[in-house]
């Protein structure tokens, strides 16, 4: 402890102190440290750190500091900017100490080497080379849990040094919320249960203690280990070296930070947490151990230390009471998590996958990228009524329901519409657009959700299944900004929407852009589908709508709103005719919630629901009458049946038509021949004998000849007839003068006897034709 202490104190710069440590008060320090080591530490006198007044002045580019430490491989441009203007040059003499408290260190020359180097089981930690860094726990503020702090590192040739102090890093750190966050839970997850005053190799004891795998190890055997430990810093999304210094597979002990462990095709087995253990398994020799990458989270730095195989087998050499039992829980242990891992590829191929492949967001992905997306994402129950994710809550992921059904409120609690199988919510979110939800989602049933988290998407594009991917993802994600900033698609209606409306880029936010160019189809979407109704804009260019068959219903114009639930009713969709086409489609729900996210409904969504109306009305009275024509000149499955009952038909009528006119020929010209009559009076003449058969000029009769064989005697005549041949009683039409007529009528003189001969003969014209026809049938 006095060695420390005088190293701290000997490192303080006499020309760059401040108080306390001024003047008189630093020299009683370092003589108080002195009398110390002297006393109870032994070691002769104190090296000190001097810095003298033409220290060179030492430069370094941004891909240098990135390349030395994680630290600076996290922060941004603007934030490494603000670290290299604060970075102090200092030149340190042989055999002085190099560590400051609460300062990193950066060699550019010169070599050093730990005090302690004889008691380090692997000897490639005790080296310093140019380029090394020491000091990134204490710059970050994580001294007490770091045991590479508290190690004395000296120089063994003239060095020269950048140093960082945590309050200039601080300082760099101020308007950078981003760089920030990455190392704001760093020391909350580093002290779990911290023990006061306790110096850092006793933190990590009883840290090493609560992991599984230790927790049956005697405390000499964890305090070995835990003098062995290294620092190892991870920036977001880098990978931990799976070898050690030493050539061999290292042991990880995680202490702050979320560690992603990755299996076969960079699938998500689990989430290391502060206190796990990762690669025992291989650093072991247990056989069939899985080979897995272990990298940290996408948005946070991960601390981890490192336990070399060397020093693993030199404590188990120390302690060979502990080789057997540690073996067997490090083996038991590592079958478990190959039955998860089994039981995790399953789930991601038959699950998972097919899932997100079906969200509007990666529908048409490649297979492979569609897997890696999958092999990031969780799934989550909920019971019927739980709030999956609220309105205005922070949210960073994309839901898939699985199973179950979820209803969609505003924030006001009013209904919106309602997700099944299949359905998305959040897509924004997953792209890193927007992180705040904008509708309430509630199990409306026992649900199974899958998260798809932005981490995920941005882990499969970054991964060698997404290098295809990113420059459309990319495109994507400015196309959606670029609508926000114009309002798009609402503004390109006359329904007065205006850009710097909070609802109209809400809906654009979440309206996606149909790629249409000449040619190309828009299928549109029913209104049963998982995420619900869809309504499309088109805003330019030219196209029409047709059914499925290719026949046209009607042309869209600019400024159309189109139903796609009515279009795949009809089975109908949009062909564009140009290349210049400008289409929109939104989700209803997404609609409805952000015409209700203010106090009042904006004045733009009535005048939308108007014209929605109208051009509907007209659409589905085009589709109807098109689909009428169409199924008029269809076939159908009695065709046949009906084309051949037709032709049979015609050729019943050509077969009749001949047998009439050969009947007409016989009766004619043939013998026993009788006068024809016409079979209609003309349209200027009555329909009755009385009123028109008297009219009719006819020919002169001619009878057959009718002589009887035996008496020999000529048919009768006239009515005489009567008895002879029985005809049937002369009917007239009922409203014909008959003799009721006649008999209403006053009497009258009798007429003359010409006059009289003359009716009679006009009476009896009608029967005597009537006679010659019975008489030609008869024959």
């Not at 069939?288 to 991960?302: F, H, I, S, T, Y």
């Amino acid at each position: 402890q006095a060695r420390q202490l005088c190293g701290w104190v000997g490192s303080l710069p006499p020309l760059r102190v401040g108080p306390p440590f001024s003047g008189g008060h630093a020299a009683s320090v370092r003589q108080l440290a002195a009398g110390m080591a002297a006393s109870g530490g032994g070691g002769g006198p104190v090296p000190q750190l001097a810095l003298e007044e033409n220290t060179p002045t030492v430069t370094i580019s941004a891909d240098e500091l990135r390349a030395a430490s994680a630290i600076f491989r996290t922060l941004g441009k603007q934030a490494l900017a603000s670290v290299i203007a604060r970075l102090e040059s200092r030149r340190i003499e042989r055999g002085q100490v190099l560590r400051e408290p609460g300062c990193l260190l950066l060699l550019r020359e010169g070599c050093a080497r730990r005090e302690d180097s004889e008691e380090v089981d692997d000897h490639s930690q005790a080296e310093f080379r140019p380029g090394c860094v020491l000091g990134e726990a204490a710059v970050l503020g994580l001294e007490e849990a770091s045991v590479t702090c508290s190690t004395v590192v000296v120089a063994e040739s003239q060095c020269l040094a950048l140093v960082l102090r945590r309050s200039a890093f601080l300082e760099a750190l101020e308007g950078h919320q981003e760089d920030s966050e990455a190392f704001s839970r760093l020391q909350l997850e580093a002290f779990p249960a911290r023990i006061p005053n306790a110096p850092a190799h006793l933190q990590l004891r009883k840290s090493l203690k609560s992991a599984v795998v230790f927790q049956n190890c005697d405390y000499g055997f964890l305090d070995h280990l835990a003098a062995q430990l290294e620092d190892c810093f991870l920036a977001p999304g880098e990978a931990l070296p799976s070898f050690g210094p030493d050539g061999c597979a290292a042991v990880y002990f995680v202490a702050a930070g979320p560690v992603q462990v990755e299996g076969e095709d960079s699938a998500l087995l689990r989430v290391a947490k502060a206190g796990d253990i990762i690669g025992e398994a291989l650093a072991v020799g247990i056989e069939g151990a899985q080979d897995l990458v272990a990298r940290a989270g996408p948005k946070r730095v991960a601390y981890c230390m490192r336990l070399t195989t060397t020093a693993l087998l030199g404590a188990l050499h120390i302690h060979p009471e502990e080789h057997l039992p540690l073996e067997e829980l490090i083996r038991e242990q590592e079958m478990k998590r190959i039955e998860a891992a089994k039981e995790r590829y399953e789930w991601i191929a038959k699950m998972a996958t097919p899932a997100v492949g079906r969200t509007p967001l990666l529908a048409g992905c490649p297979e492979a990228f569609l897997s890696a997306v999958a092999g990031y994402t969780t799934e989550a129950t909920f019971a019927p009524g739980d709030v999956i994710v609220g309105a205005g809550a922070a949210a960073q992921a994309m839901f898939v329901v699985l199973e179950g059904s979820v209803d969609l409120e505003t924030r006001t609690g009013a209904p919106v519409g309602r997700l099944g199988v299949g359905g998305a919510l959040g897509d924004t979110e997953a792209l890193g657009l927007f992180n705040t939800c904008v509708v309430t989602a509630r199990a409306a049933a026992h649900c199974r959700l899958l998260r798809v988290t932005r981490e995920a998407v941005q882990q499969a594009l970054l991964g060698p299944h997404g290098k295809d991917m990113r420059a459309g993802f990319k495109r994507l994600v400015e196309s959606r900004r670029e609508q926000v900033h114009s309002g798009r698609p609402l503004c390109g209606l006359k329904i007065g929407a205006s850009p710097d409306d909070v609802t109209v880029k809400t809906v654009a936010l979440q309206a996606e852009r149909v790629p249409l160019e000449s040619g190309e189809l828009w299928e549109p979407v029913p209104d049963d589908d998982p995420c619900g109704p869809r309504v499309g804009v088109f805003l330019a260019g030219r196209a029409v709508v047709e059914l499925k068959s290719g026949r046209e219903v009607m042309p869209i114009t600019a400024g159309c709103i189109l139903l796609e639930g009515v279009l795949s009713e009809f089975g109908a969709r949009v062909r564009a005719v140009s290349s210049d086409c400008e289409a929109y489609r939104v989700r209803l729900f997404d609609l409805l919630a952000a015409s209700k996210y203010g106090d009042k409904v904006p004045d733009w969504f009535y005048q939308f629901r108007l014209l929605e109306n109208d051009t509907t009305k007209h659409l589905r009275s085009k589709l109807v009458n098109t689909r009428g024509l169409v199924n008029n000149k269809s076939t159908h499955l009695c065709d046949p049946c009906i084309r051949d009952w037709a032709a049979r038909r015609k050729e019943s009528v050509r077969r009749a038509e001949m047998m009439r006119a050969e009947k007409a020929s016989v009766l004619s010209t043939g013998k026993g021949s009788v006068p024809q009559l016409p079979l209609l009076p003309p349209d200027k003449f009555g329909t009755t004998g009385f009123r028109s058969w008297d009219k009719v000029p006819l020919p002169p009769l001619v009878y057959p000849s009718s002589k009887s064989r035996s008496s020999g005697k000529v048919l009768p005549k006239g009515l005489a007839s009567y008895p002879v041949l029985r005809l049937p009683k002369i009917n007239s039409e009922p409203n014909l003068r008959g003799a009721k007529e006649a008999a209403r009528r006053p009497s009258r003189a009798p007429p003359s006897g010409r006059s009289l001969s003359r009716e009679r003969g006009a009476a009896t014209a009608p029967v005597t034709t009537a006679i010659a026809v019975d008489t030609a049938v008869s024959s």
